[in-house]
């Protein structure tokens, strides 16, 4: 996968840039993306298009609405005949009840950053600078009903900031529905650490890391996303796993808790559709 953050900037271009959230755009494992041109034409539930990763020419990329700015893609080389490629999931927006409507990115730096602009429904065209994070992107499914019950579709969740050391256990929970959580978590190869995260954008944290004791400092700990629902907050995750896959129960404002199965979104990102 490769996990920007984004800012946003409108009002000229001696304007402020403002926070854009946490996108997921591909998900090669070695391969970033290097362009993504695509547009909507029905109020952000899909996509049609083009991308480009490094090494290689434009793609077609078709993409579906899955979830709150979460998106089921697929891709398409070889021609308009030719088949089409599960791409896997990619996270494109960050504010609730208003979906993205057109990209145009470009890097020239190999996809270590993006620029352009990007458009959200009902408005005209912002700003767009993203910057490659530490970030693993997880394809999330959700249950209800009982272990023998459908699993759903989750969204996409971002965890960690740290490269090549995933999260292997979280603990948090909100007293204020969703709008701050606070616990620990638990990188691969370590004890427990505290967690505080406060809401920035639909489902996205600014998240903070404490260790070494309550008297300690706080340090950046990346900007996370965490559930996939329109104004309906998380108010408690507790699962563990090996950092490929985390499993547990999550609990959304108003209701009980309910299954959680991440799986690292890389693991599945060039299966054919």
Known sequence: MTVYVIQNQWGGISAPWHEGGVFNIGNRADQRPVALKIQSGDGGHSFSGTMTYQGEGPIGVRATLVTTNCYRVENQWGGSNAPWHDAGLFLLGARNGQNAVAFDLRSDDQGDTLTGTMTYQGEGPIGVKAAVSDGVAYNAQNQWG????????????????????????????????????????????????????????????????????????????????????????????????????????????????????????????????
Request: glycine share 18%; hydrophobic share 35%; charged share 15%.
């Open 146 to 273: 009982g272990d023998q019950a459908p699993w759903h579709p989750g969204g996409q969740f971002i965890l960690g900031c740290r490269p090549d050391q995933p999260v292997v256990a979280i603990d948090v929970s909100s007293a204020d529905s969703g709008k701050t959580l606070a616990g620990t978590i638990t990188y691969k190869g370590e004890g427990p650490i505290g967690f505080r995260g406060t809401l920035i954008m639909a489902n996205t944290y600014s998240v903070v890391n404490q260790w070494g004791g309550n008297d300690k400092p706080w340090h950046p700990g990346g900007t996370w996303v965490l559930g996939c629902r329109t104004n309906q907050g998380v108010v408690a995750i507790k699962a563990a796993g090996d950092g490929v896959e985390v499993d547990g129960t999550m609990t959304y404002q108003g209701e009980g808790p309910i299954g959680l199965e991440l799986q690292r979104s890389s693991q599945q990102a060039l299966a054919d559709a």
